[in-house]
């Protein structure tokens, strides 16, 4: 992976130049959706329904090889934005079903359950300062990880409202550095810590020690599955324990409020649940 460095200033503007060259060349696919709500206290959770093409897509086998596919070892070159110092590289999500939604990926393997690490956290708040949205990380299989090689998450503010998430509604005031605390809007396993102010020296740091901070807080074993959410302002942590109930399969946009379905009648399905419920039934237990 060669790329050009990317710096934050330039992160937007080469999101939306390689979108465009992605999209005529059919490097990139979006997955087409129909866009639902499903309103929550004072917010709406999003759930996404795959339309029929897509859905037909998504049931094609893979094709039998001795080693399972790594498409982030050789990453299409069409999909790259650059390198991001110290050891990733950023790209599009190939088959997306959120507009202008980032990877960041490790250049040399890491396993997708390893535990995240400074070098990530700077990554990422180089990537933040660029695009003030939401980046997510899904710990493992069963937090709903679709790739072994370790990769971190990025999309735009999702709202509604200005906010980077529909959860986003529904936090209490944030903790000081140092402190985590349980939403009681939540009622699904999870702890909260606050960043401080964005733009202080050190960002990567402080993301890692509020990161480390929620582990200890809940528990976790260091290959335990898990869902984090990260802001410029707060990070969301959610310990899984199955990657699906109702045959929907939940990952931490899940989380963040933000659902995919397959069909019509799942949508139902979480509808008359709720999916508050939903996330509850996926989520792992608070120590």
Known sequence: MNAASLPPTA???????????????????????????????NTAFQVRVLGRVALKE??????????????????????????????????LNKFNVVEHHLLLVT???????????????????????????LAF??????AGASQRHKHLQLVPPLGPDGYRAPVEALLPTLPGPGRVIAAESLPFAH?????????????GERML?????????MGLGEHAPYNLLVTRDWMLLVPRSRAEHLGVNVNALGFAGS????????????????????????????P
């Open 11 to 41: 992160l937007w503007h080469r999101t939306l130049a390689v979108t465009r060259h992605a999209l005529e060349t059919g490097a990139l696919q979006p997955i087409a959706t129909e866009a639902r709500t499903l309103p929550i206290a």
């Open 58 to 91: 998504r049931k094609r086998p893979a094709p039998s090889q001795a080693e399972p596919f790594n498409p982030f070892a050789n990453p299409e070159p069409d999909l790259v934005l650059g390198d991001v110092p110290p050891a990733h590289v950023c790209l």
């Open 107 to 133: 250049r040399a393997f890491e396993p997708q359950d390893a535990l995240l690490t400074r070098a990530d956290f700077d990554a990422l708040s180089t990537c933040l300062e660029g695009l003030d949205g």
């Open 137 to 142: 990380y899904n710990a493992g299989e069963t």
């Open 191 to 203: 702890l909260l810590a606050g960043l401080g102010p964005w733009g202080a020296p050190g960002q």
């Open 209 to 217: 020690a509020a990161y480390r901070l929620l582990r200890e807080a």
């Open 259 to 286: 659902l995919l379905v397959r069909t019509p009648e799942q949508f139902d399905a979480v509808a008359a649940l709720g999916p508050l419920e939903l996330l509850r039934q996926v989520a792992g237990v608070t």
